[in-house]
């Protein structure tokens, strides 16, 4: 090689390296704020990665994600929000009601972008869904709402029952109080009595599942709740263990060995969460953007379960499940 087209080559890969390192530094940043666990998340958070690569963004190529898990732990969200703020992200997204609020707390500015299961109405998020203003949107998928359906579809399996038990967590009152107050609505209208288990730890739960066998509940609900969701395993093990029949808010929960569950398509929702990201991204304001509302819902039964649970479901209920696990 001659020396000058030594000399030109090196040149201009000179010229290069500053370019890349700013085209790196310029990469836009993610924060993910979510108030439960990586392990029992992984799953959404894998749905919101391919909602943005649908945008055109692929993680670690040209955009880069922050993540923040507060592992049920809510007092830790206020403090990682601030943090993301500190790191001047492009966008926050973040996962269910909790670190919403956090993040909403913590920021006016940067914009927002939310997947909650309350009405993000109601719970102070945006003033209208139509156009929500300001620097927050996002996506619902009601599942805080679904507690008239989950008590109705629990009655029908077992109509017998009067007395049903509610697991929740105190410590997430945003949601527990709300979904408390519409389950008993509904339980009247049933009537039904709603015994509130209160449980924010491992202990809690234990010691309440303990009670529930004293009073021979005869059935539970569990509230939505990151840290409820985080224990499936204990939860499911209990319920087994004590023979109560339970509904729960996942699908996870059903495969796991719980009898039943009603839930939203949160998978649909985190992608959906990963697209309004990247439409942010992309330079649309988030005031702009109608929070999506998620219309399907999964209604799943473990017969395997209910036949351990001496449980016959009856042939109205079974036909208008959407999975049924043998």
Known sequence: MRRRNFITLLGGAAAAWPLAAHAQQMMPI????????????????????????????????NVTIEYRWAEG??????????????????????????????AKAATSTIPIVFV????????????????????????????????????SLLH???????????????????????YLKDTQTAARTLGLQIIVVPASSEHEIDNGFHTMAEQRIDALMISPDAFLLSRQDQIVALAARHAIPTMYLQRQNVVAGGLMSYSGDLAGAHRELGIYTGRILKGEKPADIPVAQSTKFEFVLNLKTAKTLGLTIPPDVLSIADEAIE
Do not use: W
Not at 75 to 101: E, N, P, T, W
């Open 156 to 178: 029908d399996v077992l109509p017998a029952a009067k007395t049903i038990a509610l697991l929740i967590n105190p410590t997430n009152h945003v949601v527990s109080e709300n």
């Open 116 to 151: 909650t299961g309350t009405d993000p109405i109601r719970e102070g998020l945006v003033p209208a869904l139509n156009r929500p203003g300001g620097n927050v949107t996002g996506v619902t998928f009601f599942v805080a709402l679904l507690g008239e359906k989950r008590l």
């Open 73 to 102: 732990d809510y007092d830790r969200l206020r403090q990682m929000a601030a943090d993301l703020v500190h790191r001047k992200v492009s966008v926050i997204a973040s996962v269910f009601s909790v670190a919403c609020l956090a």
């Open 30 to 61: 993610v924060g993910f704020l979510h108030q439960g666990q990586a392990k029992q998340a992984e799953s959404f958070a894998a749905a919101f990665r391919e909602g943005l690569n649908k945008s055109g963004y692929i993680e670690g190529q």
